[in-house]
């Protein structure tokens, strides 16, 4: 088997409120391989987004290790680690996060503005993630004057733009209506299957889980298997 | 980074009205400090001006070794003697840096006027060389054309067929019954005899006729008197001056105090900003010549105690308003930047989660800073240019402190002054929004990501 894009060694992910310890990760090893759509499963609480930032090079284990290619990355420097970011993964948020004075096409391109490219392979890439997300028309729009389905498609095609190893998106579908939830899913499944980009996304809606192969559950920051998990979601 | 400064200016116009206030503290505090840095300049022009060319101290003045303590109390050995004079003024000369050389001889005595007797000062001067040292363009600059002429009268040195011609300072000139007389157009025949000093119209016959006799101790010890016809009142630059000052030709004074030596040797430089070099130069060519001398520059403390205390006075006092105004705008500056690195943590955080580094992100902020900073004091060039020119326009006018002649106020800012008052905001606008941004730079993208903007 390939070696995995990302792989987690027993990490473990402590928070401190005032004086008290909150373990949101207690200890999660995993590996997600390349092409895969895999869905974080499990209710608020259970350490989804805390693991997603730990996959995503954003925050840092208090132990284990996480590996992007092999490479650990408490090995790296924080520039280092900026330009891992910048290159190999991708973020989709709940909340969007587009900057508000940039147009759509401009937060799409905005990660490419980091790396050495030409400004031709520039417009180009940025066309093609636009149009893959089926925003063309709305391209010179800015983010206060597109619906939240809107915003969540620049912000897909702007963690596409890199073309990344692995793109990881927090609850992408929270904020929006079930319609459009469900069109942004079909859009990721597509991308998955069309280009064989790679998804780790978090969810609780059921509705979600059923389109996508691959389930990780977590519970009080450990992932269970699927038994487990239903047992303690009855 | 491409786009950065496309990013800057659109988060600069984001949030204007905060801008607005942040940048209106940095172009009116920028435009105080351009104005009381042209004030300061003007400051130190006139005082530069005064004590180069109307006291005669030249950008710089060679005494004989300790002349200049010593030369008026024992003459005889502290005094240029003729032959240290000519190597003086021919090392001077050959230097294409100066643009006139003077000879000054200074002494003490008393003029009198038949009835009254008063101490006085007198300075010697040459009069080939004083036409161009009271009619030098700088001081024409300052005191303007009209205030470069005798207060009455001619100068001692365009008074032809006068034999012993002498400009008189103007209080002196009205102790002496004689502020009146210099307007004569000549000598009134004869000698004025005998004087009654208590008839009643004595006064009216002092000031009919321009004679005064000055007596003084010669360098050699013996009594020296001669007398002077009084052609005119000049401008004092100081107020004890005014009280005792009386000017002559070198010569004059050579004869009253019976000697040929000088008390120094004043240079005057085309560029006054060559003067540091020019004095180590002129110091190793001395000594070359096997001349003992003491330099001193116009502005050295002990030499010119009234120039260097009064500069040290305004810039302390601009170095206080400085730190006040440098004050005000930084916390200004951190306040908003503090405030914007606040409501974007969100922002900082997803654009760390895109791959901007810690260094980018700063520099999104300077960028930012270095913006606001250049608008606003463009417009506070404006508005220092601009009050500069009503300041002027006004004509306000003003007597300098030791200065008998009013002079015109001006706060306009040299280039120089708007530049570095310029770069002196960048850099503390610069400091500020560093310091407000580094700490949040340097935070956890998670927990920026995760943060709820204000």
Redesign the interface.
Known sequence: MAEALIRLEDVKRTYHLGETLVPAVRGVSLELHAGELTALVGPSGSGKSTLLNLVGCIDEPDEGRVLVEGVDVATLSDDARSGLRNRKIGFIFQSFNLVPVLDARENVELPLLLQDLPAAERRERVDRAIADVGLAEFAHHPPDKLSGGQRQRVAIARALVTYPLLVLADEPTANLDSETARRILDLMVELNERRKVTFLFSTHDEKLMARVGRHLHLRDGLLVDGEEAREAIA | ????WK?AF??L??HRRRNLVTGLAVAFGYAGLAILFGYGEYAERLLRTSSVYMQHRGHLAVYAKDGLRRAEAKPSAYALPPETQEKIVGALRADPRVELVGRYLLGGGIAGNGCKSFPIRTVGLEPDVEPRIVGHREMIDLWGADGVVPLAGRAFFDAPGVETPIALAPRLARYLEKDRAVSAAAAPPGAPGALDCDAPDIVGRLSGEPFVQLGARTQDGSFGAIEGQAVGIFRASSTEEAKTGVYAPLEVFQRLFDTDRVTYVAAYLRDHRELAAFERDLAARLREAGVEASIHRFDDPVANPFFAGTMAFVGGMVFFIVILVANVVAFSVLNAMTLAAIERS??M????????????LRGLFLREAALLTALAVAAGAAVAVGAAALVRAVDFRFEPPGSGTPVQLHVMPSAGALAGSALFFLVLTLAATFVAVRRKAKA????L??EVAA
């Open positions: 980074m491409t786009g950065a990013l659109r988060n116009r984001r969100r922002e955080g997803t654009l760390r989660s895109l791959g901007f580094t810690r260094g980018q956890r993208v998670a927990a990501v995760a």
